[in-house]
């Protein structure tokens, strides 16, 4: 019997209107043996600030040019996660990898771009952490489409260890938040913690320029590879359609 949700394009409600342009159930990235649903919604037209808040805020992510939201037939494991910035104080350890990183590190805020380090790092960053899950090497187009092609504000922070490019982030930016969409660097340059260095800069641009969150993502407590976005403490992890506290570490 042929799925119920096929890759059929359709309107979606909202503002602006979206066009679902996927939507079909297949294996779970993260979690063996389960199915995941991830409809892959177009805008009609590049969001603004305001509009990208509403989609943070009902938990959406954003890929290029589509935004998603899982809608899986029989698992609610992916929590989306944020952190209130204005509230955020760090631990000792992510003072030190602050620090460190501000003292060796150079970092270039500009528009997402594509070239060939970039494409390096990316597949560097992926072979490194495990990452790959049988998929082949990215290429220009496919980092263009997937890192560079947007819907909203997005600009990039790119870390340089004397003046050679280690890590980017790709991050996008609404009226109140800022969300991270993806980080890479090279596992060479590991010492730096780039990817925690890359939050912590994120949190302290949120709160030079008065933001209240900061979005990472989704998070899976039965998945090794989301667990770090749980130690930054207090988040908040949208649960049952609402926004639910963790508390502070006692550090």
């Not at 667990?227 to 006692?250: C, M, Q």
Request: glycine share 6%; hydrophobic share 35%.
């Amino acid at each position: 019997m042929a799925s119920p949700h096929v890759n059929a394009p359709r309107i979606a409600e909202g503002s602006p209107p979206e066009l679902v342009v996927y939507d079909r159930e297949q294996p779970c990235p993260y979690l063996p043996e389960r199915v995941s649903r991830l409809p892959l919604r177009l805008p009609s037209r590049p969001l603004t600030g305001a509009e990208l808040d509403q989609r943070l805020a009902c938990g959406d992510r954003r890929q290029g040019f589509v935004l998603y939201r899982p809608r899986c037939p029989s698992c609610i494991a992916c929590e989306p996660i944020r952190i209130p910035a204005r509230e955020y104080v760090l631990s000792r350890r992510e003072a030190r990898i602050l620090r460190r990183g501000d003292e060796k590190l150079t970092i270039v805020s500009g528009p997402p771009r594509v070239d060939r380090r970039r494409v390096e790092i990316y597949n560097l960053h992926k072979q490194g952490r495990n990452l790959r899950d049988g998929q082949p090497p990215i290429d220009a187009e496919g980092y263009r489409d997937f890192l560079v092609a947007t819907c909203c504000d997005t600009f990039e922070f790119a870390f340089y260890y004397e003046k050679l490019l280690v890590g980017v982030s790709v991050i996008d930016r609404s009226d109140r938040a800022v969300s991270a969409v993806y980080t890479c660097y090279d596992p060479a340059y590991s010492t730096f913690s780039i990817g925690t260095y890359s939050i912590l800069k994120q949190l302290e641009l949120c709160r030079n320029e008065g933001l209240d969150y900061l979005y990472l993502g989704l998070y899976i407590e039965a998945c090794s590879k989301m667990a770090y976005k749980s130690a930054f403490l207090p988040h908040e992890r949208r649960i049952d359609g609402v926004w639910r506290r963790f508390e502070a570490r006692k550090d």
